[in-house]
């Protein structure tokens, strides 16, 4: 990949390049919250795209980045010594590698749950053979007196609805099959900063890593 490159705002810095290069670089308890979507490594069980009568082929999610195996054990040093120790890690994955962050993190967590975000608008199983995939897991991790806004106890269901990406908040340039909803994350931020976030108090440091970009919100 490319030299890291910076964006400097009054709140935030956004970081393009290799996230894992940039990993090294960020100094140690710095972090209040890593949020991340890094590569589920789905696409070696698809048997490609769907094909369907009169119509453009189903996108079943064949990009190249997602070939690249992501170890949850290589990520984990550098996110233990970058978070805070009342910091929060929330890293999207799937059914083949929860059970990989599972086995890595939660012996180094107090705390390992998963929570759920379920797609209002998934893609239509047109020959209605299985369930849609209408759900994607989150791994949570934190130690014990983390950061945390605990609303209410209907609020803090581990699961979240909300359509997937519709204009205009989806992005046709570049587009992203896996582009996630402002909605979804203002939620998780909410919650795992311990503080409502506005634009103009956003003391808070978090990473979202693996989205093309790295963010550093200071
Ligand atoms: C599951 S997708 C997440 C996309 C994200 N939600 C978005 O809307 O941009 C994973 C992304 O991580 C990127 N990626 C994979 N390895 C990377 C790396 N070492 N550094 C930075 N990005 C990486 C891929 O190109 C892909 O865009």
Redesign the pocket.
Known sequence: ?HKLTKIKTRNYTVVNG???DYLGQIPDNSIDLILT????NIAQYSTGNINLPGRSALNNDLAE?DL?PIDPFDLLPDFKRIIKPDGNIFV?TSYNLIGKWHEAFDSEFDTFQFFIWHKTNPAPKIFKNGFLNSCEMIACMWNKGHKWNFSDQRNMHNFFESPICMKPERLSAPK?P???PVRLLEHIVSIASGRIPKIDDCRMVAIVF???ACIVAV
């Open positions: 990949m290799d996230c894992l979507d890094p590569p589920y980045w690249i999207f992203h896996s582009q996630k693996f989205c093309n």
